[in-house]
């Protein structure tokens, strides 16, 4: 059976995309370059993260930000990625996402790709990002239901009922194998308030990365 | 209570309540809305009714109201005893008696619990010539001092249910539709969308099975309108529902309410239990054929659940968390079904619209915001209360005419208005119209309709940072910007406060606002910045003392400030008295001092003084 296609505009490229698919996923399939932290393939969109925000307009209205990981395509989506308004907001979550957890790699990788330089936050030492990629798993992909979001605000963190193991949970360590968290910045524990960002500076640093093994989002592994 | 079959029953019994009213030669109504809770209304109520009994009133029959909010709650607890219309303020139990041996027995008017104009000293012994009401549109409130809100036949004695049955068996739902299009009413909890439209959108919408939900989750600091209307008046907005539901072809409503508004949870419970035994609710509504039923769901609280989704969320028994917003929720909300959702304020307004007619209802308000709106009006004003004016009405008429102005000869600099998501307009603008669009355009909104009043005694970034911490604590903390910003945001607010900001401090909180009002996910995290911002755009120069000469203008910031003791002294000793470190010292009938480093700067020395010789600077 075929599939209807809608045709939207990203960057100024006219896209014909199948119906479903959302703003994100598109841009991949065309090459177009989306951040993202808190998105997996094949689980929900959450929208939480924030960093995969873009301008969108509709029929010639005024342009407003959200996220593409959640925004399905539309006939006559006109969407921007890289406006000065996207950019600085990219900026500012990196800032704010590096500030409280400078020890989780995914956003010193984050931090180092929107080019920051320098940490205007005091600096915290969380090692979880609430990005919920475990819950996700853990329930849309093991069946699991054994974990789950506790508290509000700042308060928030990733808990199992209760604080005690669930017995829907086989440990199959689905949520280890997601968590952005357990990885560390490729060269080590960072002091508070460093910043990694050497894969950006590969010219200063030539074997930084040689295997790619870090997998940085340098050409091997693109976030 | 009898079962109503057909609209003809409904008049019928409509005319045996005026009947039987009309027997009642007096009515006491005593206000039992939250304000006057607080004062001891309860307590002045059973006296009341003690008192009537004692006295055995054989040849005049009297009939003791218990009502919801009247309004004016700066001076409660409200009697008020008709026919005469005497209107008593701050009726205290032992004042009981007296009125019933005076006021009821012999007609006379009690001058000490009358209320006095501040500025003519004049006493005045109604409620209309009481200039905070007569400003007032009262047309949503109106009702509330004329019925006691547990008793369904009060409210159709005064004309309840006749829009229902007019809506139902003279009107076709597309006719109902279009009648809330032309009124123009808008969504009376913040955002003001157009209610018709909503309406008509879900009416459209594909599904087997449509929801209606009336949204009393009103968490705001300083409002309290949506659970007054609920508290006093519960039968109008069930009346608004289900003109809904027959005009959008809705099967089930929600009221969603919290929890801590025990009262309006146990009134809208009775109202609804009271429909439901009317045959008003239920099966076969009047014998029209539509079915429709409502039910109360109860909320923890939490702020964020005032989002449509999030509350949606709530109800189906999961985290209160909201979610993207592409797909509206009259096309999927609750259990995934199309779902209209408004405030209670926007319900409690359509049986006025399809009873005196859209024309009417848009004659009211400004172009574009028709009608009336509540507004709790508090903070440092004279009158403080709800007030119900019509749109398009200027600050100036609010806050000088119907709050009084300032208390203490103060001056008053500002008024927050729409809550946390709102902001600070100044004094200077004053002059604005207030409605939808104008709002907006000066940087605050309308929001639910709470109006903080604050005088120079306020610091203006202590409030911005007031509302930060608020929003950080009620925050659900799902999307990092709303999360991490606002923490941020409430970081470098107290970094100010405390004297330790800097111009680079300054512009990373504009830039962070921004960006935290841009990006954020739902309504919360949008709108959280509008505190800050509006208090960076009028008061900038409050915002600089703090950071460049670390002062604090108002005198409020503790680290900025020091209190000490001028020459105007007369050394009577009551400040060292109250004084709870022992930091004042000074022998009698001489200069006292105040020793900076003991001194907690509680301000209670500058209360006490008589001669004002407490500085702070």
Request: hydrophobic share 35%.
């Given at each position: ?30 090459g ?13 969109p959450?929208g939480?993260?924030?960093?995969c925000?873009v ?15 959640t ?60 990005c ?23 308060g ?20 280890d ?9 490729c060269?080590g524990?960072?002091?508070p ?7 950006v ?23 | ?24 030669e ?6 039992g ?39 004016f ?132 919408a ?16 300083g ?26 072809g ?70 209160g ?9 009259v ?11 408004n ?32 507004f ?20 100036n008429?609010?806050i ?22 709102g902001?600070?307009?100044?004094a ?8 939808f ?26 409030v911005?940072?007031?509302f ?94 020091q ?28 200069i ?18 008589k001669?004002?010789?407490?500085i702070?600077?």
């Amino acid at each position: 059976m075929e599939r209807k296609t809608v045709k939207i505009t990203i960057d100024g490229r006219l896209l014909e995309v199948e119906e479903g698919n959302t703003i994100l996923q598109a841009g991949r399939q065309f090459g177009i370059h989306i951040p993202t932290l808190c998105y997996m393939e094949h689980l929900t969109p959450y929208g939480g993260c924030r960093i995969c925000v873009v301008e969108i307009s509709q029929d010639g209205g005024k342009p407003f930000v959200d996220t593409a990981c959640t925004y399905e395509v539309k006939d006559g989506l006109v969407v921007q990625t890289q406006t000065p308004r996207i950019i600085r907001a990219r900026k500012m979550l990196a800032e704010l996402l590096v500030a409280s957890a400078p020890n989780v790699k995914i956003a010193q990788d984050i931090a180092a790709r929107m080019g920051l330089l320098k940490v205007r936050f005091p600096m915290e030492d969380n090692r979880c990002v609430l990005c919920g990629l475990c819950i996700r798993m853990c329930y849309e992909q093991m069946d699991g239901k054994a974990l789950g979001f506790a508290g509000r605000g700042t308060g928030r963190k990733v808990s199992m009922p209760f604080n005690t193991r669930s017995e829907t949970c086989r440990l199959c360590r689905g949520c280890d194998y997601v968590c952005p968290g357990v990885i560390v910045p490729c060269h080590g524990v960072k002091e508070p308030g460093e910043l990694c960002g050497r894969c950006v500076r590969l010219d200063d640093m030539p074997y930084c990365c040689p295997e790619g093994t870090f997998g940085c989002f340098c050409d091997k592994n693109p976030l | 209570m009898r079962k109503i079959k057909t609209a003809s029953d409904l008049e019928k019994w409509r005319q045996d309540i005026i009947k039987k009213q009309k027997r009642d030669e007096i009515v006491v109504s005593v206000c039992g809305g939250t304000g006057c809770h607080a004062y001891g209304c309860k307590k002045v109520r059973d006296q009341f009714a003690k008192a009537i009994k004692k006295n055995g009133f054989m040849d005049k029959k009297i009939r003791l109201r218990f009502t919801g909010c009247r309004g004016f709650c700066e001076r409660g607890p409200i009697v008020t005893i008709q026919p005469q219309g005497v209107f008593y303020q701050r009726v205290q139990e032992k004042d009981v008696d007296l009125i019933v041996s005076e006021t009821i027995n012999q007609g006379k008017i009690i001058d000490r619990l009358l209320y006095e104009d501040p500025n003519t000293k004049r006493k005045i012994d109604s409620e209309k010539e009481i200039p905070f009401y007569k400003a007032q549109h009262r047309l949503v409130l109106g009702k509330n001092g004329l019925i006691e809100p547990t008793k369904i036949e009060d409210y159709i004695g005064v004309g309840g249910y006749q829009s229902l049955t007019k809506a139902l068996f003279e009107m076709k739902p597309e006719e109902i539709i279009e009648e809330i299009k032309t009124s123009g009413l808008r969504g009376r909890g913040g955002a003001g969308f157009p209610t018709g439209k909503k309406w008509e959108d879900c009416r459209k919408a594909q599904g087997n099975m449509k929801y209606l939900i009336c949204n009393c989750d009103e968490g705001d600091p300083g409002a309290y309108m949506d659970r007054s209307l609920l508290e006093g008046n519960p039968h109008s907005v069930l009346e608004g529902m289900i003109i809904g539901a027959y005009a959008i072809g809705g099967s089930h409503g929600y009221i969603y309410v919290r929890h801590e508004y025990p009262l309006a949870c146990k009134n809208a419970e009775i109202a609804i239990k009271q429909a439901r035994r009317a045959g008003l609710l239920g099966k076969d509504i009047l014998g029209s054929g539509f079915d429709f039923d409502i039910e109360i769901a109860k909320g923890g609280g939490a702020f964020v659940c005032g989002e449509s989704t999030a509350l949606i969320s709530s109800i189906e028994g999961r985290v209160g968390e909201p979610r993207s917003k592409q797909i509206h929720t009259v096309t999927r909300g609750l259990w995934g079904k199309p779902t209209n959702l408004n405030n209670v304020e926007t319900w409690a307004n359509v049986p006025l619209i399809i009873e005196k007619g859209s024309k009417w209802f848009a004659s009211i308000g400004t172009e574009k915001s028709k009608g009336t709106k509540i507004f709790s009006l508090v903070g440092k004003v004279k009158n403080t209360g709800l007030v119900e004016v019509p749109m398009g009405i200027t600050l100036n008429e609010i806050i000088f005419g119907i709050g009084g102005g300032a208390k203490n000869g103060r001056q008053i600099k500002a008024v927050q208005t729409g809550g946390p998501s709102g902001g600070c307009i100044p004094a200077s603008l004053f002059d604005l119209p207030v409605d939808f669009d104008s709002l907006t355009q000066v940087g605050s909104m309308m929001g639910s309709g709470g109006m903080i009043v604050m005088d120079e005694g306020t610091c203006m970034v202590d409030v911005a940072k007031y509302f930060v911490h608020f929003l950080e604590e009620e925050s659900c903390g799902k999307c990092l910007p709303c999360r991490e910003g606002l923490k941020r945001m409430g970081q470098i607010l107290d970094g100010i406060t405390e004297g330790r900001g800097d111009e680079e401090t300054l512009m990373l909180l504009e830039d962070l606002s921004q960006v935290v009002g841009d990006t954020s996910l739902c309504g919360l995290g949008k709108t959280a910045p509008n505190p800050v911002l509006s208090a960076l755009r009028y008061f900038r120069p409050e915002f600089e003392a703090h950071i460049y000469q670390k002062k604090c203008p108002a005198g409020v910031c503790t680290s900025l400030i020091q209190y000490s003791i001028s020459e105007d002294c007369t050394g009577c000793g009551a400040c060292a008295k109250v004084c709870p470190m022992k930091a004042i010292e000074g022998e009698k009938k001489q200069i006292h001092r105040i020793l900076t480093e003991l001194c907690s700067k509680c301000g209670s020395c500058k209360d006490v003084c008589k001669s004002n010789a407490v500085i702070v600077q």
